[in-house]
Antibody, heavy 122, light 109 residues
Framework: QVQLQESGPGLVKPSQTLSLTCAVS??????????WSWIRQHPGKGLEWIGY???????YYKSSLQSRLTISVDTSKSQFSLRLYSVTAADTAVYYC??????????????WGQGTLVTVSS | QSALTQEASVSGTVGQEVTLSCTGN????????VAWYQQISHGAPKTVMF??SLSSGIPDRFSGSKSGTTASLTISGLQPEDEADYYC???????????FGGGTKLTVL
């Protein structure tokens, strides 16, 4: 059973960088059919895909966040990370990491982490 | 504003059959399979199904279908533990990205 676990600071100051890591266990992060994803949920709102990365290191970002976002992967540690720069209160959300399975030319999310709340506040 | 449109809320009584809908367009639902996610009490989302395939551990009272640009999740024999928020999701060809619906809050009366 694949397990994903997010970790990182729960409080970030405005204009600073939000950094989260997702540890993957129970399965290989280097598998061909999976992409490693970040999804967030603003308080009381729906799910928003942020971006994903393949184990070889090719990231894909939501266009509106692309200028502030970096997703990276460390296969030796079986983990991937998110860095969101110049955050504002609008980035306050629960951040989930998830495994995206490739089916044909689409992806869907089959395993999710528990999520971590990140609050942007001074 | 979400790319996919879902009812804000649906309710049903124990034992009833309820159907949740998810409407998109030819770039998403019209072209790709749909996944459904269950989120109980703001916990982590859980994958219910993808296309017509149930995820492991999901009871077979859950079923999915799609017609044109609308997908549906049907729950037969509604149970109290089915009370949750349900999100639909698929791929969008024009965005080259996954998209979600705004979610439906299912209340079991």
């Amino acid at each position: 059973q694949v397990q994903l676990q997010e970790s990182g600071p729960g409080l970030v100051k405005p204009s600073q960088t939000l950094s989260l890591t997702c540890a993957v266990s129970g399965g290989s992060i280097s598998s061909d059919d999976y992409y490693w994803s970040w999804i967030r949920q603003h308080p009381g709102k729906g799910l928003e895909w942020i971006g994903y990365i393949y184990y070889s290191g090719s990231p894909y970002y939501k266009s509106s966040l692309q200028s502030r976002l970096t997703i990276s992967v460390d296969t030796s540690k079986s983990q991937f990370s998110l860095r969101l720069y110049s955050v504002t209160a609008a980035d306050t959300a629960v951040y989930y990491c998830a495994r995206a399975r490739r089916v044909g030319d689409m992806l869907y999310f089959d395993y999710w982490g528990q999520g971590t709340l990140v609050t942007v506040s001074s | 504003q979400s790319a996919l449109t879902q009812e804000a809320s649906v309710s049903g009584t124990v034992g009833q059959e309820v159907t949740l809908s998810c409407t998109g367009n030819s770039n998403n639902i019209g072209s790709y399979a749909v996944a459904w996610y269950q989120q109980i009490s703001h916990g982590a989302p859980k994958t219910v199904m993808f296309g017509n395939s149930l995820s492991s551990g999901i009871p077979d009272r859950f079923s999915g279908s799609k017609s044109g640009t609308t997908a549906s999740l049907t729950i037969s024999g509604l149970q109290p533990e089915d009370e949750a928020d349900y999100y639909c999701s698929t791929w969008d060809y024009s965005l080259s990205a996954p998209v979600f619906g705004g979610g439906t809050k299912l209340t079991v009366l």
